[in-house]
């Protein structure tokens, strides 16, 4: 069992940035992949960007040169840098850790980027 507690949301301008963390607890963190999702109202959950137990990652094309995500083993944690932020990127933004074939989640943090 996983538990994972997203923090770092809130409003932004466009152009700006936020980094969003989420700290793992329960179990092995090292061993799973982790991923960033976001869900917009009226919308489908869609994968942001995802980290491998070895750290290869990879981004949705939408947040490509924008969002960076990392991982710290040591401290049970994952990050998504957001920078250069959108109106569009407005979502609520999950943590989430491979269990295959279920996830882990958490409870989500609002992102609004507006003027």
């Known amino acids: 069992q996983v538990r994972l507690v997203e923090s770092g949301g809130g409003l932004v301008q466009p152009g700006g940035s936020l980094r969003l963390t989420c700290a793992a607890s329960?179990?092995?963190?090292?061993?799973?992949?982790m991923g960033w999702y976001r869900q917009a109202p009226g919308s489908q959950r869609e994968l942001v960007a995802g980290?491998?137990?070895?750290?290869?990652?990879n981004y949705a094309d939408s947040v490509k040169g924008r969002f960076t995500i990392s991982r710290d083993n040591a401290k049970n944690t994952v990050y998504l840098q957001m920078n250069s932020l959108k109106p569009e990127d407005t979502a609520v933004y999950y943590c989430?850790?491979?269990?295959?074939?279920?996830?882990?989640w958490g409870q989500g943090t609002q992102v609004t980027v507006s003027s």
């Open positions: 989430g850790a491979d269990n295959s074939p279920s996830w882990y």
């Open positions: 980290i491998t137990s070895s750290g290869r990652t």
């Open positions: 329960g179990s092995i963190f090292s061993i799973y992949a």
